[in-house]
């Protein structure tokens, strides 16, 4: 066993009423999402008490438990609250979970992003759980008289063994939130465990089956009108200006205007990214109207000159350049191919140079990956209502405590006065991280002066996203006489951003290594996609080290393990970022479980893996060629994220991980041509479908004892190389450039 | 603008709009049964599928002035208690993950076994492949069709 306290983040777990007075957390979810689950037993309460910010206890019992995160699929509302479950010693059939709202004065981090969730919060949530469970054994012990170490407590039910007394939790509920907040509070051993480990379904799966309101796009209110933007038709250029005299007589259209989103002035954070700041607002009474009006404008635009922006790169002072232009797939290339003859180099060991002069073999391969859009299924939305110097905002955000500064500096409302609810997020893999369509939306109701819900078009989004860069990587591998290899080389760069990870895998394996990175700036905005970077890193690391492996006479696996094990023994340079046991240990798992080395009929097989986000993926992709077709048999997981919280719904996020990774790799690809997009919708951007998905995935877990690391992105970027070398093996021929698709039917 | 009485989810309801507007805008905006998603506006997602006459369509692109007397059913009134074998074979392999495709896939699920009870794997693959999940979750909402076969 061991303690907690609750002196960090203490006001997380203070009471509520001592703060507020039960104020801001009272407000929007707090009462709507109480309603019983089917059939419980207790049903609802006629009173609550307030234990801290995670945890409320009626009189019957019941218990809710807010989750503290915004939930975009990763299934975080059930996991978070099933980990305060099983510190408070509840019976998770008795618990109700609830959203929390954005609140930084209860909650830290309520990001997604950076595959943290559970990871950050394990010891808080945990923490939330034993603080409200040791005031209720000391309000028993008070009541009963009898020394609180005595006291046990078992699902929900509190029991002293000497005097024969048990209550349920409610029974002492009200008393218990007036006792005082312990200093320090133990917390469970692993094996006490019986919430956590177990699958648990997912709490909100009914309401969704049956259509409830939970999305940004289903926020309705009193008087609400609905806005939609009109954006520059091409990166690099900017409004001149429109005429909107058709338009703003059609039936149903309020107002048009001119908006400014984010300021000139306005210093940027790094998720402040904006495409396009001067936008055409139509403000209407219902979507079809406000759509129609919307094509009726007629704009000109101009081109847009070049500007440098001061950001602050999470505490790092930086700053964009944007260059001016309109730029096409091949401008592009020529840049990339100029800027990585100069690169910086980011990490050397030892004497690369002279031991590629000395080896027996050289494998020198060049790979590129496209810019993609996130395509979310819920197109950007969000709802916004600013009455005087308060705003009131609802809607699907990834970071919404940043996205609350810049509309406070935006709007001039103090961040107290700013209330955001966290709806559902019909998707986000790193696009709802760029939250600029809050500050629209808040802008124009603070113009309108009414509730305004801004709803983006898919086409909207698709040609004025926040995209993943352009990559580009061309890496050497050098072996000498006995196959094995005695310098490493990565080249690596984008457009704008450079992807390179200089301290990964099989950095530290080799004795000279060097990686080098470079950047060619654009107007395209990029950011964030799941698991950024290594999305790309991984594919073409795997997909190198496979025909390096070919090269050396060596099977794939045994090849990686050979270099692991170099670089546990003897690992080169001290910044390696991986734990090559781990490492070893899922590739190990991963051999066994897909039963590497058997072959079937017509079945060709490629492995890959990948350490990201503080945790190990490895799979193997099983395939073959039908009639010109590639149909995925199957997909075998090997991950190590450590303690796995809900495993079922750990699986479904692999599986999703596994189907995301090959229709990005296979399919995904957005083009430019003069500035514009060549993609605006789902006929022109392919998304992976059913009949291209695997028949069958399997996900298995390391269990080590270790804390929990992320997963909603790590089982992603590995399987593009599995899916490039089991390519290799079906049809004989290395897959340098994604999407896939392009040279299958080449 | 011009007045219809729809036939939805059993109940006769009257709207006022323009006769080009897609049945997808007059179910969010008019009606207030948001269970059906806005995707892409073009057919080529499935988010916004629904059943006329038990057929499954996209309302996105299906004007409000084609529907007439036909019988709409949208996810909201697939049953009454949220207990088709379709969801529930849904909740059964704890399908969703962000969730705002699967009233589309589920309408589509449901149409495609009131048609053809037993379908074989690549029945259900032809039946499914124009909706898109984001997400992935494409291999349990074939083993949810499967088990809602079994069922029915």
């Known amino acids: ?746 | 603008m011009a007045q219809y009485n729809l036939s939805i989810n059993g109940k006769s309801m009257n709207v006022d709009v323009d006769p080009n507007t897609p049945l997808l805008w007059v179910l969010r905006d008019h009606l207030d049964l948001v269970g059906t998603k806005f995707g892409c506006g073009i057919a080529q997602c499935g988010a916004c599928t629904v059943h006329i006459d038990g057929e499954a369509v996209r309302s996105c692109s299906y004007p409000v002035s084609v529907i007439e007397d036909k019988k709409v059913v949208t996810i909201e009134g697939l049953s009454e208690k949220g207990d088709h074998p379709v969801q529930k074979a849904w909740l059964e392999h704890d399908v969703p993950q962000c969730g705002y495709c699967q009233s589309g896939q589920i309408m589509t699920a449901a149409s495609l076994l009131a048609e053809n009870p037993n379908p074989t794997d690549e029945e259900i693959s032809y039946a499914m492949n124009g909706n898109i999940c984001r997400c992935g979750t494409y291999t349990r909402i074939k083993a949810a069709v499967k088990t809602a076969s079994k069922s029915l």
Not at chain 1, 22 to 47: D, H, I
Not at chain 1, 245 to 266: E, F, V, W
Not at chain 1, 663 to 689: C, D, P, W
Not at chain 1, 713 to 722: I, L
């Open chain 1, 1 to 746: 066993m061991k303690t907690a306290s609750t002196k960090i983040n203490r006001r997380s777990f203070l009471k509520v009423s001592a703060l507020t007075g039960g104020g801001m957390l009272l407000s929007l979810n707090w009462l709507a999402a109480c309603q019983p689950k089917e059939a419980n037993a207790l049903g609802m309460p006629k009173e609550w008490f307030q234990f801290n910010g995670f945890i409320k206890i009626g009189e019957n019992g019941l218990v809710t438990i807010m989750s503290p995160n915004p939930e975009g699929g990763q299934n975080v509302k059930t996991s978070m609250p099933m980990i305060v479950a099983e510190e408070l010693d509840v019976d998770w059939e008795n618990v109700l979970v609830e959203q929390a709202d954005l609140d930084t004065k209860y909650f830290t981090r309520q990001f997604i992003g950076g595959s943290q969730a559970i990871r950050s919060g394990f010891t808080n949530l945990r923490t939330a759980g034993a603080t409200a469970r040791a005031m209720l054994v000391a309000a028993a012990a008070q009541s009963w008289n009898v020394p609180a170490n005595e006291i046990t407590v078992k699902t929900g039910i509190i029991s002293h063994k000497g005097s024969g007394k048990s209550a349920n939790f409610g029974e002492f509920a009200s008393l218990a939130a007036t006792m005082p907040v312990p200093e320090e509070v133990p917390l469970k051993s692993a094996g006490d465990f019986k919430i956590i480990g177990t699958s648990k379904k997912n709490v909100e799966s009914k309401n969704i089956v049956t259509g409830k309101p939970l999305f940004g796009i289903d926020t309705k209110r009193e008087g609400m009108l609905i806005a939609m933007i009109v954006h520059p038709p091409a990166f690099g250029k900017t409004l001149k200006s429109f005429d909107d005299s058709k338009a703003r007589n059609m039936p149903g259209i309020t107002d048009i205007l001119q908006i400014k989103s984010i300021q000139d002035d306005y210093k940027k954070t790094f998720f402040d990214t904006v495409q396009f700041t001067d936008l055409i607002a139509v403000v209407g009474e219902s979507t079809w109207q406000v759509l129609q009006a919307k094509k009726a404008i007629k704009a000109e635009w101009e081109i847009q000159e070049a500007y440098e922006e001061k950001r602050d790169m999470l505490g790092r002072e930086g700053i964009r350049v944007v260059p001016k232009g309109l730029e096409s797939m091949a401008s592009q290339e020529q840049a990339m191919m100029v800027a990585a003859q100069k690169p910086q180099t980011q990490r050397k060991d030892g004497d690369p140079e002279a031991a590629f002069a000395q080896a027996a073999k050289v494998i020198e391969r060049s790979y590129t990956g496209p810019f993609l859009a996130h395509n979310c299924m819920e197109p950007m939305n969000f709802f916004a209502h600013v009455k005087g110097d308060r705003v009131e905002c609802a809607g699907p955000l990834q970071k919404p405590e940043l996205t609350e500064q810049a509309l406070s500096s935006r709007l001039g409302i103090p961040l107290e006065n700013i209330e955001i609810a966290m709806t559902r997020l019909g998707g986000g893999y790193g696009r709802r991280s760029y939250a600029h369509w809050l500050i629209e939306a808040a802008v124009i109701s603070q113009k309108m002066n009414a509730p305004i819900k801004l709803i983006y078009t898919r086409e909207d989004d698709m040609t004025g996203g926040v995209y993943r860069s352009r990559y580009q990587a061309t890496y050497r591998a050098a072996l000498d006489e006995n196959n094995q290899m005695i310098a490493f080389h990565v080249n690596a760069g984008g457009l704008p951003e450079n992807p390179l990870y200089p301290d990964r895998f099989p950095a530290g394996a080799v004795a000279n290594y060097l990686a080098e990175g470079w950047e060619v700036p654009s107007n395209i905005t990029t950011g964030s996609f799941r698991a950024p970077r290594s999305n790309f890193m991984a594919c073409v690391e795997q997909s190198f080290l496979d025909e390096v492996a070919e090269a050396a006479g060596k099977d794939p696996i045994d090849f990686r393990l050979e270099l692991l094990a170099d670089a546990k023994a003897n690992p080169v340079g001290e910044r390696n970022d991986y734990d090559a046991e781990r490492y070893a240990k899922v590739l190990e798992l991963l051999r066994e479980k897909a039963n590497w080395g058997s072959s079937k009929d017509g079945i060709s097989r490629g492995v890959s893996a990948y350490f990201c986000h503080n945790s190990y993926a490895a799979q193997v992709l099983d395939l073959k060629i039908v009639d010109g077709e590639v149909k995925i048999d199957k997909v075998t997981n090997a991950i190590d994220c450590g303690l796995v919280v809900n495993p079922d719904a750990a699986k479904n996020l692999c599986e999703g991980a596994v189907v995301d990774g090959i229709g990005t790799a296979m399919y995904g690809e957005l083009k430019f041509e003069n500035g514009v997009v060549n993609n605006s919708n789902f006929h022109q951007y392919r998304q992976i479908r059913m009949k291209e998905s695997p028949d069958s995935i399997e996900t298995y877990f390391v269990e080590n004892g270790e804390d929990p690391s992320g997963l909603g992105e790590p089982a992603y970027p590995p399987v593009f190389a599995a899916l490039a070398n089991a390519l290799y093996q079906a049809t004989g021929k290395r897959f340098y450039d994604q999407p896939f698709i392009n040279q299958l039917n080449s």
